[in-house]
T-cell receptor, first 114, second 112 residues
């Protein structure tokens, strides 16, 4: 089975721009979560989608949004980029059964905001 | 904000030695998980321990959980150079919840 894939792997944007990151979960996984990793704040939960609905949300401003499609693929969008948004964005998918369950992470998208 | 703290922040040992990392957390949990990350890449799930379990083994890994002290430890026995990575503990408060709260991680270096 193919793992979680994220595109693009690297991205450079300018302050004020917006960006869209994509995540394809493992086949059969319906839950997709997003995390931001920075040296200062570490790994922080952004949001989780299941069956096209946002089920959990972290403490991030409204500039961070996401969505999930019927095939479970997910996108996250960051509008009006700030320098502090530079980070590794990780997507994780999980098999929704009876829980608790492990999450399978993609390689991440490294976003640099200049 | 981070749920937990890991100790030590960095650990350097010789190949073949055992490595122990500790994790403390603040709130009640449903389960605690350990992940490994190599050089800023994706995380790899290592082991999950439920709140009603005290110890769990997987290959060279041994995890303990003390809910009264809100702490966990990860022991890697007979370390190898390939174990060099950052190790994170993550807690889930609710069964089935996909919202994991991570510690800051321990950077482990295995010297040949």
């Amino acid at each position: 089975k193919a793992g979680v894939t994220q595109t693009p792997r690297y991205l450079i944007k300018t302050r004020g721009q917006q960006v869209t990151l994509s995540c394809s979960p493992i086949s059969g996984h319906r839950s997709v979560s997003w995390y931001q990793q920075t040296p200062g704040q570490g790994l922080q939960f952004l949001f989780e989608y299941f069956s096209e609905t946002q089920r959990n949300k972290g403490n991030f401003p409204g500039r961070f949004s996401g969505r999930q499609f019927s095939n479970s693929r997910s996108e996250m969008n960051v509008s009006t980029l700030e320098l502090g948004d530079s980070a590794l964005y990780l997507c994780a998918s999980s098999l929704e059964t009876s829980g608790p369950y492990e999450q399978y992470f993609g390689p991440g998208t490294r976003l640099t905001v200049t | 904000s981070q749920q937990g703290e890991e100790d030590p922040q960095a650990l350097s040992i010789q190949e073949g030695e055992n490595a122990t990392m500790n994790c403390s957390y603040k709130t009640s949990i449903n389960n605690l998980q350990w992940y490994r990350q190599n050089s800023g890449r994706g995380l790899v799930h290592l082991i999950l321990i439920r709140s009603n379990e005290r110890e769990k083994h997987s290959g060279r890994l041994r995890v303990t959980l003390d809910t009264s002290k809100k702490s966990s430890s990860l022991l890697i026995t007979a370390s190898r150079a390939a174990d060099t990575a950052s190790y994170f503990c993550a807690t889930a408060r609710i069964q089935g919840a996909q919202k994991l709260v991570f510690g800051q991680g321990t950077r482990l270096t295995i010297n040949p």
